[in-house]
């Protein structure tokens, strides 16, 4: 038995309580016995007990992902000095986005800035034009929005 499997140890944790609450439910444990179909079933039971590794692999992913939601990438807005709309993990990073690529911070930039929904800047991304004055190809939209990489979407137009 692999003891540093948390999968495994929790599978096994699992079937000791089920076993538990079968023994208060009806006074014995299970008992074999030969029937025709024996194989089917012990092929049956195989398959229940690796189910149930799948899905302790599945909730411990979902905890996974519900604790890395944190660290995907928001939408931000500045409108003053100059227009941006920025792709960054938090409002500190797009901060420095902006400062870096757009204006400096004439101290209000905390107050200017602010966090919009994702659908709110896919659908002002999707309607700018491009630096060749044509509206962006919808597969480079999908694929600036969609990767790990913190970047100005849109910037003022009077700066380029």
């Given amino acids: 038995m692999n003891e540093n499997n948390l999968i495994i140890t929790k599978v096994i944790e699992k079937l000791h309580r ?13 008992e074999t016995s030969s029937h025709d179909l024996k194989g089917w079933l012990r092929h049956a039971q195989e398959e229940a007990i690796d189910f149930a590794t799948y899905l302790e692999t599945a909730i ?31 409002d500190e ?11 400096d ?7 200017e800035i602010t966090e919009v929904t994702e659908a709110y800047a ?3 991304y999707s309607r700018v034009n491009g630096e060749d004055n044509n509206v962006i190809p919808v597969k480079e939209v999908l694929e600036h ?9 849109i910037i003022d137009g009077s700066l380029i």
Avoid at 73 to 87: G, Q, R, S
Avoid at 93 to 103: E, F, R, S
Avoid at 145 to 153: D, F, H, Q
């Fill in 18 to 30: 089920q076993q538990e609450k079968g023994l208060q439910k009806y006074g014995v444990e299970v």
């Fill in 60 to 90: 411990q992913l979902l905890e996974e992902q519900v604790n890395s939601k944190d660290e995907e990438m928001k939408f931000y807005e500045v409108n003053e000095p100059y227009y941006a709309l920025i792709k960054a993990k938090n």
């Fill in 93 to 103: 990073n797009a901060m420095t986005i902006y400062t870096d690529v757009v204006a």
């Fill in 105 to 111: 911070d004439d101290g209000g930039l905390s107050e």
């Fill in 122 to 124: 896919t659908i002002i």
């Fill in 145 to 153: 929005l969609t990767s790990e990489e913190e970047m100005v979407l």
